[in-house]
């Protein structure tokens, strides 16, 4: 008898009146920022808007980056840190990200499923295509409806990193050549160009960059759902 580990989620989800947008790029491409100036915007225009990040956005997401991003705890080999960042996203999606998109939220999650592939898959070698299966399963197949790939030489990256000098987590701490396939990777992403992907130009002034993303981003919404009694409120 064969036993074969399979990463297929079990059944396709339900679809749910919410939209999930997603900012990804390298370390440095400002994505933190362009999530805060998105989510204000939406809220703006009336959405209820979830902002949150990975690994994070939940206590045991919270803890797990702790563990996986402070320097000088021990080794950590990438097929445990791959499943650490699995595990964090798995308590953020079955927690928070699934039961916003429920309530018909508009979620901006800084980093979620292309991380992933970018750093623990070309990064430290272990595959895109399996490093996203495991997302997948752990996630039950929670897609984005968009992922915005900020696209920002890493040269200028490494630029406005500099300022972070000894405060850089685990991974910003790797060489440029690991930061290198990162974003090789990211590139690579955004350039299927496929459905549910747009590639931004991140470089230039923050409201420059800002206003690219909106334009990315305003098609997908519907009307505006207010928050109601149910709930509205980010993590950060
Ligand atoms: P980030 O929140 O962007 O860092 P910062 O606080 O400096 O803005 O991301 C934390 C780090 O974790 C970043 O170096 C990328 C890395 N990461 C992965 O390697 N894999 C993942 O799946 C995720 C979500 C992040």
Redesign the pocket.
């Given at each position: 008898m064969t036993s074969e580990l399979s990463f297929s989620p079990a059944s396709p989800r339900p679809p749910h009146p919410g939209t999930f947008v997603v900012l990804e790029g390298?370390?440095?491409s400002g994505?933190?920022t362009q999530a805060r100036i998105l989510a204000a915007r939406l809220e703006e225009a009336g959405h209820d808007v979830v902002l949150t990040?990975?690994?994070?956005g939940t206590e045991v997401g919270e803890r797990l980056?702790e563990l996986?991003?402070r320097q000088g705890q021990g080794e950590i080999d990438p097929h445990t840190?791959?499943l650490i960042?699995?595990a964090?996203?798995a308590a953020h999606a079955h927690q928070l990200i699934g039961p916003a998109l429920e309530r018909g939220a508009v979620v901006v999650c800084?980093?979620?499923?292309?991380?992933?592939?970018?750093?623990?898959g070309a990064?430290?070698g272990l595959g895109e295509g399996p490093v996203t299966a495991l997302?997948r399963w752990a996630t039950e197949d929670l897609q984005p409806d968009l992922t915005v790939v900020l696209d920002v030489p890493l040269a200028d990256a490494r630029e406005r990193?500099g300022g972070?000098g000894d405060g850089?987590?685990?991974?910003?701490a790797?060489p440029d050549a690991f930061h290198s396939r990162?974003n090789a990777s990211f590139a690579r992403l955004a350039e299927r160009a496929e459905r549910g992907r747009a590639a931004v130009d991140g470089t230039g002034a923050v409201e420059a960059v800002a206003a690219r993303v909106w334009d990315a981003v305003e098609p997908l919404l519907g009307t505006p759902r207010p928050a109601d009694e149910g709930g509205g409120e980010g993590l950060r």
């Open positions: 390298g370390d440095g994505k933190s990040r990975e690994p994070g980056r996986v991003l840190e791959a960042y699995a964090a996203r800084d980093r979620y499923i292309d991380s992933s592939a970018a750093y623990q990064g430290r997302s990193m972070r850089a987590d685990r991974l910003e790797e990162v």
